[in-house]
C-alpha cells in the first residue's frame, strides 16, 4: 500500500489518501484436488482495500529554506511543479533525488531535502516548504584496490581523478568504473565490488575496490 497504492493518489492531488486495513474474503472453500503431485488443499480469497481518496490539492506555492551551496533559482529550475497544477508528490520525490545527487557531486553526502506541505482546505491548494539541510563537505580519504597484482593496481590507480584532500564527488565512481575496466586484461571475467565508506568525524570517503575473476561457466 505504502509503495504501489498511495503514490497512485499522491501523484494525482490526493495528498491525504488513506487505505483502511485489508479486508480478506474466502471465495471458495479449502478442498482437495489432485494434481501432477498428488493431493492438495487449495482455497482463494478476495481482498478488499476501503479507500480514502480525500481532497484533490493543485499546488499553491512552492519556496526554500537552508540552501547556501545551491541557488534557488539553481533548485527551482531542477522542480518540475508548476503553481495552479496538480501537486504531485511522487515526482517532487523524484526531483528531490535528482536534486541530492547534485549535491553528492560537491561533496554534500549528507544533504536533505525535506518538503513540509501546508493545505488550505477552503481553496484546494497546498503550499509546500523545501526545507535544505546541505550538512558537510566530505573530502577524498583512502583509495584501496584489491585481487589485483601491483602493475594493474598502479594502472587503476593512475586514471582514478580525485586526489586524497580533494572535495569528494559521490557520482564520480559511476563515471571511474567503466574507464578501470578497459585497462583490466581482456581475456578474463572481471567483477568488481566497491565499498565506499563516510567517515563523519573526519569528513572523508574511503573508497575500496575488490576485483576478482568470475568462475567459468
Not at 553526502?109 to 525535506?114: P, Q, V
Not at 564527488?169 to 571475467?189: F, G, I
Amino acid at each position: 500500500v505504502q509503495r504501489q497504492l498511495l503514490p497512485v493518489y499522491h501523484a494525482r492531488g490526493y495528498l491525504k489518501a488513506t487505505f483502511g486495513d485489508p479486508q480478506p474474503k474466502m471465495v471458495k472453500e479449502p478442498g482437495v484436488e489432485s494434481d501432477e503431485e498428488g493431493p492438495r488443499n487449495q482455497s482463494v480469497v478476495d481482498v478488499t482495500f476501503a479507500v480514502s481518496p480525500g481532497q484533490q490539492y493543485k499546488l499553491k506555492s512552492l519556496d526554500w529554506a537552508g540552501n547556501h551551496e545551491l541557488t534557488t533559482e539553481t533548485l527551482q529550475k531542477m522542480v518540475h511543479a508548476e503553481p495552479g497544477k496538480l501537486a504531485n508528490t511522487v515526482r517532487l520525490g523524484d526531483d528531490i533525488k535528482a536534486i541530492q545527487t547534485l549535491y553528492g557531486s560537491r561533496g554534500f553526502l549528507k544533504a536533505t531535502i525535506k518538503p513540509e506541505a501546508q493545505f488550505d482546505d477552503a481553496s484546494g491548494t497546498a503550499a509546500i516548504h523545501m526545507d535544505v539541510k546541505e550538512d558537510s563537505v566530505y573530502h577524498m580519504g583512502e583509495l584501496e584496490f584489491r585481487g589485483l597484482d601491483n602493475s594493474l593496481t598502479a594502472k587503476l590507480r593512475s586514471v582514478w581523478k580525485i586526489r586524497a584532500g580533494e572535495v569528494y564527488d559521490a557520482t564520480y565512481l559511476s563515471d571511474y568504473l567503466p574507464v578501470a575496466q578497459k585497462l583490466l586484461p581482456a581475456n578474463l571475467d572481471w567483477e568488481v565490488s566497491p565499498h565506499v565508506t563516510a567517515n563523519i568525524r573526519e569528513k572523508t570517503v574511503d573508497v575500496d575496490l575488490i576485483y576478482s575473476v568470475k568462475a567459468p561457466k
